[in-house]
């Protein structure tokens, strides 16, 4: 039996008997009824390239779900707050304290939810609302810009860093356990240390910490037993492998 | 070179002896540059998945395909691998367990879960008369898989009763692997002294829409390697050359074909990245990576370069860049960013987080496709006779969009785009050109 063979007209190229179009241009191919192929094996199987989407919603649906739920139920206390100020003062007055966190905790919350793989987004979502709630609660204390810049932004930066450093650090590494509470422990630790930097440093005016001595000196030694029972108690560790340089 | 430069070497060459020697011992070894890339840059996206396979004259018996698979493993310890993290580098640990055959999926090279337990850097795949292997390209180059392909193919024919006298170089399961296989070669001819490459800008890309991650479209032009040898030779190329020049005006007839306005956004070089296998110029054994590529080009900024220009120039600019001195500078710069204290101390998560950055900057971003040729691939008699064809697939990418092997088999020449778009406009204008040329191209697709 000879091969039958089907080209396109437009390419010349010769294509598989068994297409009615031409897999370069898309120009349907000629077949006279005696060539019209019967069967064939196909070069690859039938089967969806992309998962079909299972029934129910799916994990961004789940997620914008709860991002909705939580902005109504972040609004209601809002609203609540802001009318009885507006009734009892005829102005809005003490209610900006509860409005603003009520605002900041919005943002926090709604970065992880909205942009939960966009790491440069979701980092500014968590960073720059704390912030401008800074610079809101200064403003309406007295109108004026105090503490902010010498104390509320670099104690805000520190937390910033360190958390970041902590979180990225316990979601990447393996074999959770007791070393994640070290980790915390040591960030926490660090904050404390930068906070108490930040404020000496501002009332006296001279740099230098006191407090946060204490708090550091106890998470290393706590922070360190934890490490040591964690890894200790990891069997068949194979130290040399996983800390080559 | 100079004596400090023997020096390096040396001392990358014992402190690759030691590595070596610690895999055999203690069961693992660290990866390679390239690899330490691919490692970080793999994605849905950005599988890092190439494929190689055969098809047979009969169809496969899974079965048998299985035993030839877990005999011919053990020659290959260096695939029979696990990656892993340490603190400042991932590692390759030898996995206890054994690979197994898998089914075909309609598309190929799809994503691999590299970094999971248990998980091996290739996959088999059989499908009626056709044996695929896909390789995660972290653990091996174009010439390992062919290799291991060989070997698995020689080991199941064998089992089905078909006996050979001379394996020639096909790796058998009763041979000891060579020390040199474990080879971290790009180290070993690292030259710490040489200037890294100039940098180079980005590149034109495709400006149509991606498909679906996992989605990869194949177009294979088949075609006979005399009348292909024959136009090459009638032009004064090489076939890879006329091959290049082919996929460069494709991509600037279509880089020409959009309104003037979209044309000046999308008016930057046209490079192609081209592997080339490094053990022609740095005598290697390894079965681990080790290729490079060079990058013909042409600038459309300086307006519509004819079919014969464009020869030309991939001509001359073959002639002048491959060569092991320019290859000799991009194992440099490769070599000594790893080697760098800085980078070395910096903890594994942070250099992932740096490394798909780099990548951009310095990966795919800068070329508009790629072209691999493996040459002419072959077995021993009585195998030969017993296969249909053997070809090759490039990785997916979604940067280039388009990617294109090459290799011949016997008589024929296979050519096997890969897509990641939808539009067949560069295969179209690629195989009307060689048609136009006289070359009989017949197409098969996916």
Sequence with gaps: ?245 | MNSSDFQTIKTVDESNQNHKQKAQKEDWFRLDNAATVFSFVTSARIPCMFRLYANLKTPINVSILQQALENIITRFPYYKVNLRNGLFWSYWETNSGMPIVIEETKYPCKKMPIRKKGIFPFRVRAYYNRVSVEFHHSITDGTGALIFLKSLVGEYLNLTGISVSDWQDIFRSDQEPHNEEYDDAFKKNYQKYLPGPPRVSKAFHLPYKLEPKGVYHLTIGIMLIKQMLNKAKELNVTLTEYLIAVYLEALQNILFSFPIKKQKRLLKPIRLMVPVNLRRFFPSKTMRNFSLYVTPNIDPRLGHFSFDEILEQVYHYMRVEVSDRYISQQIARNVRGELHPLIRVTPLFIKRLFGKIIYNGQGEFLYSGVITNLGKVSLTEPLNSEIEDIQFLSAPSPVTKTGCAVNSFGEKLFINFGRTIKETHVEKLFFRRLVKDGIKVRIETN
Excluded at chain 1, 73 to 86: A, Q, R
């Design chain 1, 1 to 245: 039996m000879t091969e039958i063979k089907a080209f396109c007209s437009r390419c010349g190229v010769e294509v598989e008997p068994h297409k009615s179009k031409c897999p370069l241009c898309g120009t349907s191919i000629q077949h006279t009824d005696e060539e019209e192929p019967t069967s064939y094996i196909k070069k690859y199987p039938d089967e969806p390239a992309v998962k079909t989407e299972k029934e129910g919603r799916t994990a961004k649906q789940k997620r914008r779900l709860i991002w909705e739920v939580t902005s109504v139920s972040l609004l209601i206390p809002l609203l609540i707050t802001l009318f009885i100020d507006l009734i009892v003062n005829k102005t809005v007055t003490w209610s900006l304290y509860p409005i603003s966190s009520l605002i900041l905790a919005w943002f926090v919350i709604s970065a992880p939810l909205l942009f939960p793989n966009k790491l440069p987004i979701l980092y500014i979502g968590e960073t720059l609302p704390p912030a401008i709630f800074l610079l809101v609660i200064d403003k309406i204390e007295d109108g004026q810009i105090d503490w902010l810049l010498p104390v509320g932004l670099p104690i805000e930066a520190v937390v910033a860093v360190i958390a970041a450093i902590v979180i990225i650090g316990s979601i990447k590494i393996k074999n959770k356990g007791m070393n994640i509470a070290a980790f915390i422990l040591f960030g926490a630790g660090l904050i404390c240390l930068g906070i108490d930097f930040i404020v000496t440093s501002h009332i006296n005016g001279t740099f230098g910490v006191s407090w946060s001595l204490y708090v550091i000196a106890s998470t290393i030694v706590i922070g360190g037993f934890l490490l040591y029972i964690h890894y200790r108690l990891m069997k068949n560790i194979k130290l040399q492998r996983k800390l080559q340089i």
